[in-house]
Each structure stands twice: as C-alpha cells, then as structure tokens.
C-alpha cells in the first residue's frame, strides 16, 4: 500500500553542524507535508510543514525541501544542538480533507559533543 | 502555551479487561485524534473525531474501540477487551483546523 518512508533509520552529528534528515512519500494524493521531533517519553512535536504548491520552506534553524518530481522530502536542521536529539518523523496527509496524517519510520538524531 | 493533556500517564491492565484513556484537547480545537506507537515503531493513525462523530478510522480501530467526546471537554479512547498486542503508546492530537496536529504526551498502556 501507499506509504511513507525514511531513507535512514540512525544519524549521527558533529554538534555544531546542519543535519540532513530525507524521507521518501509514495502517495501522488499527498499535498501537505509534516516534520514532527519526537523526544523520549513525550509526544511528536510539530517542528515545520510544507505545502505541496511550494518547494522550500524555512523556520528557525530548520529547513524543509519539497522535491515532488522524485516524491521527496528532507529537513535540515542548521548548526545541530544537542537538544536537537530525538527521533524525527516526517508525515504526510491532503490538506484539504481534515484526514489522517501518515508518519514514516522515523529517523534518530544523535549529537556527537 | 496551551496542551494537550493525557490521563492516565501510564496504564496497566489484564488482558480482556476494558480501558478508557483520557484526553483533554486544547480547548478551541475542533478535530481530535487518537494514534498509536507500538516500542520502536512508527505512529500509526488510529481514529479521527470532528463534529461529534467518527470522521475516518483505520484497520486498526475494530469493533472492540470506540471514542467518546462525554462532554466539552474530555476526550476519550475505550479499549472494550484488551490484547496483549494493544500494548503501546497511545497519543490523543487535536487541531483547529486541518493541521497540524498538536499531541499530547500519551499514555503508555501495558496489557498483561
């Protein structure tokens, strides 16, 4: 079935430096797209969204790109923290539906000191 | 800022026994969410909840789950008969609109 999916389940970084963080979607339905952070013990956390009529989007230190012609999507967090540790879940849904989102695998970020 | 909060934080039941998990959503949202995360593995849509009535729900969410919107407030996910394979987190989400969802901090449910 349709799905969303992480390229990389672990991600270790330097602190200090940007973290990539890619996902791929499958489904064409797909219109509006969701980064979560998700911290052990607590809940996903909205980090940015994108809508699919735009390719870049930027927030406070992070990054979402929108590759639609490949079904890709990534985040980048700039000069990574280590409060930036946590699992990272992109997600997916129609904007216009009020439907579910979808949440890929997840990848986990670790900081290297 | 405001939260969304859940009640218990975590749950421990026999198998067959029934649960009621409880969420309290921001209180201007108007759809409300249940999801699941099974240890180690992605967050998995359970239910969505919008004018006082099951919007969508997956495969998941058979006959032994129901939601409940009991008053203005509360919002709640009753497991009828527990498995021992219902054992993971479950977050409440609410919205005001289409997205995105805010979660709560979930109740981690543990069937023995």
């Known amino acids: 079935g349709e799905s969303v999916g992480l390229h990389l389940p672990t991600l270790s970084v330097q602190e200090g430096d940007n973290s990539i963080i890619n996902c791929a979607y499958s489904?064409?339905?797909?219109?509006?797209f969701i980064w979560y952070k998700q911290e052990s013990g607590k809940g996903p956390q909205f980090i940015i969204d994108i809508r699919s009529n735009m390719d870049k989007r930027q927030g406070q230190r992070v990054t979402v790109l929108l590759n639609k012609t490949v079904k890709h999507l990534s985040l980048q967090i700039a000069a990574t923290q280590p409060g930036d540790s946590a699992v990272y879940f992109c997600?997916?849904?129609?904007?216009?539906?009020?439907?579910?989102?979808?949440f890929g695998s997840g990848t986990r970020l670790s900081i290297r000191p | 800022e405001p939260e969304v909060t859940q009640t218990p934080s975590h749950q421990v039941t026999q198998m067959g026994q029934e649960v009621i998990l409880r969420c309290v959503p921001i209180s201007n949202h108007l759809y409300f969410y249940w999801y699941r995360q099974i240890l180690g593995q992605k967050v998995e849509f359970l239910v969505s909840?919008?004018?006082?009535?099951?919007?969508?729900k997956s495969e998941i969410f058979d006959d032994q789950f129901s939601v409940e919107r009991p008053d203005g407030s509360n919002f709640t996910l009753k497991i009828r008969s527990t498995k021992l394979e219902d054992s993971a987190m479950y977050f409440c989400?609410?919205?005001?609109?289409?997205?995105?969802?805010?979660f709560g901090n979930g109740t981690r449910l543990t069937v023995t």
């Open positions: 989400a609410s919205s005001p609109n289409n997205s995105p969802l805010h």
């Open positions: 489904n064409s339905a797909s219109d509006y």
């Open positions: 909840f919008y004018n006082n009535e099951i919007s969508e």
């Open positions: 997600a997916e849904t129609a904007y216009s539906s009020a439907s579910k989102i979808i």
